[in-house]
């Protein structure tokens, strides 16, 4: 139904009036002059065609029409108010959490986000890094984020690393890894320097038993055949439970290891890790965004999807390599 009402600067002004019995002190207030929150009383008063306040030689004071009608115009105001902070809020996207294994979030996903964050400023992104991404890892049980507190305007998706078959779900494949043989510079110039593929002999090889499902781990038996090399044990040498360990101790010098191509990208161009050859093996894992069909037309969820396949596209191709197949 039409209502027909005074401007609401003119009740803002008689509320905040009213509230403080002073012309300048509600214009402190609401950042304008005395005259006129005056001049808004006085439309105020002639679209009533009654007074609200008896102006006195020092002070002001409500006529009884001005205080029956205060308290309605107050709660007015306050139920406009509420409307308008209940909008905020829905206009404001709930949390986005990302859940993604650690050496993908670390290593890929983290540096690109500045883009991101400016792009989708009013997103609340929370990163969580779980081995519980990883399909088949033994320790997911004991490393679910079940400690996050979903609230109804989250939205969670899932960087996952595995087959890609997650029914219920929008699958994104974001990419598969090819996987090379990386090393600290420091061992081109060791004793026993690295300089063709039969030099491995001579170095530790560091293996990265994060997979579980052995026949999807990378492994140097298959780099060592594939690259022509004989002679070597491909089991000796440490093993660590975390991709991201094997890396730090690559990039220590203590031995060469095999790590996924997209994510030492960021190493080797800056120069802390080396790629010596050009040999690498490609596995049945790769990486996808899983998102629940129930959320994946939620504005937030979308604005994700369509930077993180933007952020694939950009980064310089990476050509898949079938298992046992020599890089050229």
Not at 81 to 90: G, I, L, N, Q, Y
Not at 203 to 227: G, K, Q, Y
Not at 231 to 253: E, K, Q, T
Request: glycine share 4%; charged share 25%; aromatic share 8%.
């Amino acid at each position: 139904m039409p209502y027909r009402l005074p401007p609401l600067n003119a009740l803002r002004a008689f509320e905040a009036a009213a509230r403080h019995l002073s012309f300048k002190k509600a214009a402190d207030e609401l950042a304008v002059t005395p005259t006129a929150v005056s001049h808004q009383i006085k439309l105020l008063e002639r679209f009533l065609d009654l007074a609200l306040f008896r102006r006195l030689t020092r002070a002001l004071e409500l006529t009884p029409q001005g205080e029956a009608m205060l308290p309605k115009v107050r709660e007015g105001l306050e139920c406009f108010a509420a409307a308008v902070e209940r909008t905020r809020e829905h206009a404001t996207p709930g949390r986005l959490i990302v859940v993604a294994p650690p050496s993908f979030a670390a290593r890929w996903l983290v540096p690109r986000l500045k883009q991101f964050t400016r792009a989708q400023p009013l997103v609340r992104l929370h990163v969580v890094s779980s081995v519980s991404a990883i399909e088949n890892n033994p320790l997911a049980e004991t490393t679910m984020p079940d400690s996050i507190d979903l609230r109804e305007d989250d939205s969670q998706v899932m960087i996952h690393y595995g087959t890609g078959t997650y029914p219920g779900a929008r699958i994104d494949r974001i990419f598969g890894p090819d996987y090379i043989a990386v090393c600290s510079p420091k061992l081109l110039e060791a004793k026993r320097p690295l300089r063709q593929v039969s030099d491995v002999k001579y170095h530790l090889l560091l293996h990265d038993d994060t997979i579980a499902n052995e026949l999807a781990r990378p492994s140097w038996e298959e780099w060592l055949r594939v690259a022509g090399v004989t002679g070597v044990d491909p089991n000796i040498g440490p093993h660590f439970r975390n991709s991201g360990l094997a890396l730090v101790a690559a990039v220590d010098g203590l031995g060469i290891a095999l790590a996924s191509k997209p994510l030492v990208a960021d190493e080797i161009a800056a120069g802390r890790l080396v790629a010596p050859f050009d040999i690498a093996i490609g596995q049945q894992y790769a990486y996808f965004l899983v998102t629940p069909a129930a959320i994946s037309d939620r504005p937030v969820v979308q604005a994700f999807r369509q930077w993180l396949l933007l952020m694939r596209d950009n980064d310089h191709p990476i050509r898949q390599v079938h298992r046992g197949v020599k890089a050229i």
